[in-house]
């Protein structure tokens, strides 16, 4: 497909495929003025058609999201979990049901407007990519992707095939973001200073092994396929002491294989805030710290703490540092807040020149520090708000798509989610930085096998990046993460 053929509005021919092959229970009939057909009924062409890849979990919720907006059809779903994904089939009896989306895809392709992708990280891009090269709107769950070549692309694909994107951070489109927008463009901070980002996450194990012991796959689960582009691996033995089993369906998370750790998995609801607030945009450099004698390369450590310094924009006279850490590990607290007073688990601190201001998960409960300086707090409104926030991401993408590529503003389209997800994969850059190598050093008395016989080349460093070349250009070693290898047959569409 050239881009010539992709600059038309993707969602049109497929609805008129329904109408014309009958597809759904669809056929026979021409499409009339809602006015004509009775108040409160939905004409086919007002209705955007979905087919969802991952269901179950996260995967539910978000069904029910765009099903919510009523302007959406859940005509499709796919998942290699039929035991994770039952509770959605029953809600949708109606809905097509297959387990491998590229069978979906091949076979339903002319049925469907738009794709939702709720599996697990490492999957987003090679199905992301065969849905926008498919001129299919598309809404991918967060992290966007598990790796920073596959956030530009999906961010290129999305604009050369003129589709509708949108990430799952639905935070993006709360009010506390654009409340904290407003609070410093007014001055009521002065210049931004710091910006602190933390996370009780990762509630599943990290800093673990692989498991040695293996079992056999459950009948209800695809294991080859839910391991999709990555390298195959047995299935393993469940951890009786793991919340949601070894790997799957939750704790996958904590493997470098499919999940990113902490801050991919929370800091689209964190660093999002500030992102937006500062127009942030180019990080050049990563500096982070993990927990002691971390030397697992196959899941992500116990707990961090990275900075990130983003390049100055229009809104920072200077480069911006945010400081990340995770596990539970918190800023020291602010003289604004009082001894007693709770300190969230999840949480944005901006400290400016003439005061602070914070928020916690999906920018809610947005406040000036100290409170106080709430009372009579009458700021203009400046930015647009999203009918019901983050209830609301869903049916603001819905309604988009219906619009037309390019006709409605949606609040994390992936040009804006693949530099979110570009910054928190940096940090991971950083942090597997510290087992990317097992080189002995030249001096040692430490026996075999000890970690003080590893070399740690992140420990220590700065690690400056070369956005325009995508690379690292000091620690040559954690490149390798940039861009992932896949197994065969997966690959990426659109290159």
């Avoid at 209800?220 to 949601?244: F, H, I, M, R, V």
């Avoid at 920072?316 to 001894?339: A, M, N, Y």
Wanted: aromatic residues 10%; glycine residues 8%.
């Amino acid at each position: 497909m050239t881009k010539k053929d992709t600059t038309r509005n993707s969602s049109a021919p497929s609805r008129r495929e329904f109408i014309r092959t009958g597809a759904l229970g669809l056929a026979a009939f021409s499409i009339v003025p809602r006015h004509v057909l009775g108040k409160g009924f939905v004409a086919p062409s007002d209705t955007l058609y979905i087919a969802g890849v991952g269901v179950g979990g996260k995967g539910e919720s978000d069904i029910d999201g765009f099903n919510g907006s009523g302007k959406a059809k859940i005509a499709f779903l796919c998942d290699v979990d039929q035991k994770r994904a039952a509770a959605t089939y029953a809600k949708y009896p109606d809905a097509k049901k297959y387990v491998d989306w590229r069978e979906l895809f091949d076979k339903e392709s002319k049925n469907f407007d738009a794709v939702s992708v709720s599996t697990p990280d490492h999957t987003h891009a090679v199905i992301g990519t065969a849905a926008i090269t498919l001129g299919k709107h598309i809404w991918i769950q967060k992290p966007l992707t598990h790796n920073i070549y596959e956030a530009r692309l999906l961010a290129e694909l999305a604009e050369r095939y003129k589709v509708v994107s949108q990430m799952g951070n639905q935070g993006a489109s709360n009010d506390g973001t654009r409340l904290l927008k407003e609070w410093f463009e007014a001055g009521l901070i002065g210049d931004i200073e710091d910006v602190y980002c933390w996370t009780n996450r990762p509630i599943w194990p990290q800093g673990v092994r692989w498991p040695e012991k293996t079992a056999p796959v459950p009948d209800t689960l695809d294991w080859d396929l839910w391991q999709g582009p990555a390298a195959a691996k047995p299935y393993p033995e469940s951890d009786p002491n793991a919340q949601y089993g070894t790997v799957v369906p939750f704790n996958w998370r904590g493997w470098w294989a499919y999940g990113t750790g902490a801050i991919g998995d929370m800091g689209a609801h964190l660093i999002e805030a500030p992102m937006n607030v500062f127009d942030l945009k180019e990080v050049v450099s990563v500096e982070s710290s993990v927990s002691t004698l971390y030397t697992n390369d196959e899941s992500g450590p116990v707990a961090t703490t990275s900075t990130l310094t983003f390049a100055p924009t229009g809104k920072t006279k200077k480069p911006l540092k945010v400081h990340w850490s995770d596990g539970g590990i918190i800023p020291s607290r602010p003289d604004e807040i009082g001894p007693d007073e709770i300190w969230p688990t999840n949480g944005s601190l901006f400290v400016g020149t003439k005061g602070k201001m914070m928020a916690e998960t999906y920018s809610d409960r947005p406040r000036l520090l100290p409170e106080s300086r709430m009372q009579g707090l009458n700021v203009p409104v400046k930015y647009a708000r999203v009918p019901n926030g983050a209830n609301g991401h869903y049916a603001q993408w819905v309604q988009a798509c219906l619009a037309g590529y390019g006709n409605m503003e949606v609040s994390s389209p992936f040009e804006k989610a693949a530099l979110l997800t570009e910054a928190m994969l940096i940090a991971n850059l950083a942090i597997r930085g510290f087992t990317a190598s097992v080189d002995v050093p030249p001096a040692t008395n430490a026996p075999a096998g000890s970690p003080m016989r590893k070399s740690y080349p992140s420990r220590g460093k700065k690690l400056l990046w070369d956005a325009k070349n995508m690379r690292v250009t000091n620690v040559d070693v954690v490149n390798q993460f940039v861009k992932d290898d896949y197994r065969d047959p997966w690959k990426l569409s659109g290159i």
